[in-house]
C-alpha cells in the first residue's frame, strides 16, 4: 500500500531508474548523421512546400481555366496564355579564379553541385590586342597602365546568364566594358560602357548599369544604351562602388552607400523592397555616408527572387565571414552564421566570392584563396523559413504527420511581393 | 514599401544542429526501450529528426521539441508495424529483437525486463526516467489523461519492482 503510494506521487524508485538507464546505455548509440537528417527533411519540406503550392496551382488553374474557358466558348477562339519564369536549383555558381604564382592565369571558376571545380578561362577569348593582367579591384581603384587593361572581378562578380554564356566586367583607363562569352570560353565578346556608367549585373537581354540616378540597359548583342528608367534625385539610390548586385526572376538587387540593399522590378524600376544591411552589423554602421563603408560586399537573390543572401565580413575577425538572409517581401532577417575562419593567414574572401541557392533552404559561398592549393574553399548555409506568426495553444504541429503548421510554408507565391509595390521610379528615355 | 524588421532572428541552422546533437541519441535509445527494436528506433529517430528539420521554425518554440520528436518516432514506428502486420502477418514480436551488439548482461536483462512490460507502460517510463518528463508532461505530449499516466506508471514500476524483486530472491 505505502509502495502503491509512493508511485502514485511520481516517483520513480532508485533501482528502476538504475535499471531504465543501464537498458539504455547498454545499447550502441545512434548510428545517424545530421548530413542525412538534413538532406532528408529538406526533401520533406520541399514536399510539404510543394503540396502546398501544388494545392494553390490547382485552385489558381480552376479559378483561371473556368472563366477562360467559357471566354473560349463564347468568342469561339482560343487564348494562348505566356509561360512563367523556371525555377531551376541549384544556382549555378561562378567566381573569380586567379594563381598568385607569376604567369598564373585567372579566368572564371565553376563550382558544381559536387563541389567539383569547372575552369573557364575567359581572358584570352575576349582582349587578343593587348596585355592582360588579372587583378581583383575596387571599381574606385585605378588601373595601373594605360596599356594593360584589368579583369574587374569585384564588381559586378562574375555572372552565367540564363542561356548559359558568361557574363563579367572588364576595366581600362577611362573605360569600362563587360563582355560576354560563350559557354565553353572559346569566344567571347566585349562592349565598351559609355563613361561614367557602371555595368552592375546582367540578364539574357542586357546588361544594366547605373548612370547617375537612372539604370542603363546596354544590348548584350548590340551594345546599345538606352535608360530604362530614372529614379528621383533625393532617394538615394546610389550603387555602392564596393557591392554586388544581382538579376533572378525579373528583379534587380543590389547594395547602395547608405548600407541599405534595394530590390526593384528590373524592367520597370517599380520598388520591391528596401533592406537594411546594417542589421547584419548593428555595431559596425557606418558614420558617414560615404558609399565606401557598407561592408557587404556580395549578394544573391534566390531563383525565386523571394530570398537575398549576403556576405560580409566587417567586424568579425575570428570568422572567414558571415552570410545574412532576408525574406524580400518582408524585410526579416531569417538567418545570420558565420563561415568558420580557416586556418593559415586570412584570406581576402569579400572580391573573391561567390553565394549561390544550393536548394530553397542551403546557401553555399565559394571563394577563391588566390593560391594555388588549396584554390578555394567552400560553405554551406542552412536557411531558416521566415518565422511564423506567434504560437497559439492550438497551433503545435502534429505529431502523426502533416505540416507543422500551414505558416510555416512560404509566405508568399512565388515572385511576388508582398503588398502593393509603391512606384518611386518615373521611366524616362527607355 | 516594405520596410526591414530590423532584429535579428536566431540562426535556425544551428540552433536545429544543437537540438540535433544534444537529442538525437538520447531520442534513438529512448525510441530502442519502447519499441524494443534498434533497427526500427533507428528508422524512427531518423524520421523524427527528419520532420524536426522541415519545420524546424515552428517545432522549435514548442515547449519540449525532444519530446516531440519522441512521439513523432513512436507514432511513425506504431504505423509501420500495422502497416506491416496489415500487409504480411508477422510472428510475435520477439522482445529480444535488435539486441544490443555491446554492453554486459546486466544490460541485456534489463532490456529483457523492460521488454515485458506492455507498451504503453514501457511509454510513460521511457518518458519519466529517460527523457526527464513530469507525468503532467507526459500526459499532455501523449494526448492523455494525468490519471491514466499516473496509473501506467504505477502499474509499470510495480510490476519491474515485483521482477527484480522476485530476481533477487532467486538469485539471479
Not at chain 1, 282 to 303: E, F, I, K, Y
Not at chain 1, 331 to 337: A, D, K, M
Request: with cysteine.
Amino acid at each position: 500500500m505505502a509502495d502503491d503510494l509512493n508511485l502514485m506521487l511520481e516517483d520513480v524508485p532508485d533501482d528502476v531508474t538504475a535499471l531504465v538507464r543501464e537498458a539504455a546505455g547498454s545499447m550502441p548509440g545512434y548510428p545517424g548523421d545530421l548530413r542525412a537528417t538534413a538532406r532528408r527533411g529538406a526533401a520533406k519540406r520541399l514536399r510539404y512546400t510543394g503540396g502546398m503550392a501544388g494545392a494553390a496551382a490547382v485552385l489558381a488553374l480552376v479559378a483561371v481555366a473556368v472563366p477562360a474557358l467559357i471566354a473560349v466558348n463564347r468568342s469561339g477562339g482560343a487564348t494562348a496564355t505566356p509561360a512563367g519564369p523556371v525555377i531551376s536549383w541549384p544556382q549555378r555558381q561562378v567566381l573569380t579564379m586567379l594563381h598568385s604564382r607569376p604567369g598564373g592565369s585567372c579566368g572564371i571558376g565553376e563550382v558544381l553541385p559536387d563541389g567539383a571545380l569547372r575552369w573557364i578561362p575567359v581572358l584570352p577569348s575576349v582582349r587578343k590586342d593587348v596585355p592582360l593582367i588579372c587583378l581583383v579591384v575596387y571599381r574606385t581603384q585605378p588601373t595601373p597602365s594605360s596599356q594593360v587593361w584589368a579583369f574587374l572581378s569585384v564588381v559586378p562578380a562574375p555572372h552565367v546568364l540564363p542561356d548559359g554564356r558568361f557574363f563579367f566586367a572588364m576595366g581600362g583607363p577611362g573605360h569600362e566594358q563587360f563582355a560576354v562569352v560563350d559557354a565553353d570560353g572559346t569566344s567571347g565578346t566585349t562592349h565598351t560602357l559609355k563613361p561614367g556608367d557602371s555595368v552592375i549585373a546582367a540578364d539574357e537581354r542586357d546588361a544594366f548599369a547605373l548612370r547617375g540616378h537612372s539604370v542603363v540597359a546596354y544590348d548584350l548583342r548590340t551594345g546599345a544604351a538606352r535608360v530604362l528608367y530614372s529614379f528621383p534625385p533625393d532617394n538615394q539610390l546610389r550603387f555602392s562602388a564596393q557591392s554586388d548586385a544581382d538579376i533572378e526572376a525579373g528583379r534587380l538587387a543590389w547594395v547602395s552607400g547608405d548600407c541599405s540593399a534595394w530590390v526593384v522590378d528590373a524592367r520597370t524600376g517599380t520598388l520591391v523592397s528596401h533592406l537594411d544591411l546594417a542589421a547584419l552589423t548593428p555595431n559596425h554602421r557606418p558614420a558617414a555616408d560615404t558609399g565606401t563603408a557598407c561592408d557587404p560586399g556580395v549578394l544573391r537573390l534566390s531563383p525565386d527572387g523571394r530570398r537575398l543572401a549576403v556576405l560580409y565580413t566587417r567586424g568579425h575577425p575570428s570568422a572567414a565571414g558571415w552570410i545574412g538572409v532576408f525574406d524580400v517581401a518582408s524585410g526579416e532577417l531569417l538567418g545570420n552564421v558565420a563561415v568558420p575562419q580557416t586556418s593559415g593567414p586570412p584570406q581576402p574572401m569579400i572580391g573573391l566570392a561567390s553565394l549561390a541557392w544550393f536548394e530553397p533552404q542551403k546557401v553555399r559561398v565559394a571563394w577563391s584563396t588566390g593560391v594555388a592549393s588549396p584554390l578555394y574553399r567552400t560553405y554551406m548555409m542552412l536557411v531558416p523559413e521566415p518565422a511564423a506568426p506567434s504560437p497559439s495553444p492550438t497551433s503545435s504541429p502534429s505529431p502523426g504527420g502533416g505540416p507543422a503548421s500551414p505558416s510555416a510554408g512560404p509566405s508568399q507565391p512565388s515572385g511576388q511581393p508582398s503588398g502593393q509595390p509603391s512606384r518611386l521610379a518615373s521611366p524616362s528615355g527607355g | 514599401m516594405a520596410r526591414p524588421a530590423g532584429r535579428a532572428q536566431p540562426a535556425k541552422a544551428l540552433e536545429f544542429e544543437e537540438f540535433y546533437r544534444s537529442h538525437a541519441d538520447r531520442l534513438y535509445r529512448a525510441l530502442a526501450l519502447t519499441l524494443g527494436d534498434t533497427h526500427l528506433a533507428k528508422e524512427a529517430t531518423d524520421e523524427a529528426t527528419a520532420r524536426a528539420y522541415a519545420r524546424w521554425p515552428t517545432v522549435s518554440r514548442l515547449e519540449n521539441p525532444g519530446g516531440w520528436a519522441y512521439r513523432v518516432g513512436l507514432n511513425w514506428a506504431t504505423s509501420w508495424r500495422r502497416k506491416v502486420r496489415r500487409e504480411r502477418p508477422m510472428p510475435p514480436s520477439d522482445p529480444r529483437e535488435g539486441e544490443p551488439a555491446t554492453g554486459g548482461s546486466g544490460g541485456v536483462e534489463a532490456l529483457r525486463l523492460l521488454a515485458a512490460l506492455p507498451v504503453p507502460q514501457r511509454v510513460v517510463i521511457v518518458c519519466r526516467v529517460l527523457l526527464d518528463m513530469s507525468t503532467v508532461e507526459t500526459a499532455r505530449l501523449l494526448g492523455v489523461a494525468d490519471g491514466t499516466v499516473k496509473s501506467r506508471l504505477a502499474r509499470g514500476l510495480s510490476a519491474l519492482r515485483s521482477t527484480l524483486t522476485e530476481e533477487m530472491d532467486n538469485g539471479r
